[in-house]
């Protein structure tokens, strides 16, 4: 008797927890930030993500790849890699950034991803060897030769699970 009582309360409950998921995900679509596309494939100017002045960030200065870096604004990135770029939006559902994502895909084999609402750059990937890092390094390169170049410059990271250096890993700032 009890289960037949308890199935539909956690049922409902469940029911319940994905309304107020689902609602906060709608309006978090409505956000008040400057940045609105709403097909992909459509460029917004850069200065439409953010309106916000420039603050100091917590990103390592020197830090980059293919001349951009963590922590740039859009105008920066044009200036570096040009405007011949598609966009799209990720969402961060999970709230794992603390923002969703505009992310700018260039042809020439970079991606450039902003937080849409502090409008700096948190993520720069390429695989391709046209784009090297600040320091010199590139897709092609072996292991050592980027570990001879990174060692000496940054702190290796250890982890929290077995206190053992994670090999590749190092810290760059918070």
């Given at each position: 008797?009890r289960?037949?009582?308890?199935?539909?309360?956690?049922?409902?409950?469940?029911?319940?927890?994905?309304?107020?998921?689902l609602?906060?995900?709608?309006?978090?679509?409505?956000?008040?930030?400057?940045?609105?596309?709403?097909?992909?494939?459509?460029?917004?100017?850069?200065?439409?993500?953010?309106?916000?002045?420039?603050?100091?960030?917590?990103?390592?200065?020197?830090?980059?790849?293919?001349?951009?870096s963590?922590?740039?604004?859009?105008?920066?990135?044009?200036?570096?890699?040009?405007?011949?770029?598609?966009?799209?939006?990720?969402?961060?559902?999970?709230?794992?950034?603390?923002?969703?994502?505009?992310?700018?895909?260039?042809?020439?084999?970079?991606?450039?991803?902003?937080?849409?609402?502090?409008?700096?750059?948190?993520?720069?990937?390429?695989?391709?060897?046209?784009?090297?890092?600040?320091?010199?390094?590139?897709?092609?390169?072996?292991?050592?030769?980027?570990?001879?170049?990174?060692?000496?410059?940054?702190?290796?990271?250890?982890?929290?699970?077995?206190?053992?250096?994670?090999?590749?890993w190092?810290?760059?700032?918070?």
């Amino acid at each position: 008797m009890r289960k037949k009582i308890l199935i539909p309360i956690v049922v409902v409950a469940l029911l319940l927890c994905l309304a107020s998921q689902l609602f906060k995900y709608s309006d978090s679509k409505e956000s008040t930030n400057p940045i609105d596309t709403n097909d992909k494939g459509v460029s917004a100017p850069a200065d439409s993500i953010s309106t916000e002045a420039p603050n100091q960030n917590n990103f390592v200065t020197g830090l980059g790849l293919g001349g951009v870096s963590l922590g740039d604004s859009p105008q920066k990135v044009i200036s570096v890699l040009g405007n011949d770029y598609t966009e799209s939006i990720e969402i961060d559902n999970g709230g794992i950034i603390g923002e969703d994502i505009v992310i700018w895909s260039y042809e020439k084999g970079i991606v450039v991803s902003f937080g849409k609402t502090s409008g700096k750059v948190i993520r720069v990937v390429s695989a391709s060897p046209n784009f090297q890092t600040d320091l010199g390094i590139k897709v092609g390169d072996n292991a050592k030769t980027a570990f001879e170049v990174y060692k000496p410059k940054f702190k290796e990271a250890i982890s929290r699970h077995s206190n053992e250096v994670l090999e590749g890993w190092f810290h760059a700032g918070e």
